[in-house]
DNA sequence: GATGAAAGGGAAAAGAG
DNA sequence: CTCTTTTCCCTTTCATC
């Protein structure tokens, strides 16, 4: 049912996961608190979620607008070669791009997803000509411009 | 050069923008440390950032696929319909289907974009047939899998 | 597994230069 | 902005059940 990458998490780990997703800063005492446990155990949970890696970070969520990246553009892309060396090195081209938020290869129409955070559309512009298409083995790219955010949550969802 | 949603920020609010981005928990005196500063402007600093909701949010990212949620899914769909109404009430359709991380607006080819969180491609299929293609305004939908993740990252970039 | 107590340290707030 | 102090609370560890 699971597979070796999965690690057990029971009915309290998956609840505290459920806390921390929302707020890292919540303190053990009230996490405690809304478990009914005293702090120890939850303590002791958390630092193992941590080893294990189940918790990946603790990160700051910041707003975009408000740093002056106004516009999310995704970008669906296609590549000319598929040659084992062809990717590795387009994927080693987009990861130096700071604007850059995400690059995920996939399964599908499209080789490629990405995320970019920037300015306005002359950034934008810049980017694609001057960041993202000097890489010789684009084929070709489509882009969408995010006008609102209906959902937006970094919270796994769990049952 | 900014919009009214931007607020001022200097060298070293950027500086703990990023570095809250990286870790959420590195502590006032750390924070001071590294930026050559006392505590007490970090201090208050941070709480500007907070009030002014530049810093959005503390959370916790967790590994999808160590909870079981090894399947990431990208879905971009047009509607048949995009009066005001239609559009309202697929947003409203979409906002509580706990598998949908993300749900853009756009502005481009297609009308929006869906990432999906779920166990594997049974749970997709569950979630396209049961859960998104219940909405009768919908018209088609063109999805991609994540096969490897190349970026990914929930810090917007700061020069 | 859990509890409770003790030591050390950070958070928060206020006063002064 | 820096420095300092004070109070309070949290983290972390440890002995114990």
Redesign the interface.
Known sequence: M??N???R?DAID?QI?KL??????ITNKELAAQLDLTITPVYERVKRLEK???????????????????L?A?C?LRLEKHTKDKLAQF?AH??KI?????????????D??LKI?VKDMNAFQDFIVNKLSTNENLANI?????????????????E
């Not at 921390?20 to 800063?25: C, E, G, I, T």
């Not at 700071?98 to 599908?108: D, K, N, R």
């Not at 489509?142 to 769990?158: C, G």
């Open positions: 699971e597979n990458s999965t690690i998490l998956l996961i921390l997703q929302k707020n890292a800063r294990t890696a189940v918790i990946g970070q603790y990160v700051a969520l910041i707003d975009a607008d408000k740093t002056g990246k106004g999310m995704l669906m994927e987009v990861a700071p604007e850059v938020t995400e690059c995920y290869h996939l399964a599908g129409q499209y490629y997803h955070l489509q882009s969408s411009f995010v006008m609102k955010k209906i959902t937006d949550t970094t919270a796994v969802p769990l």
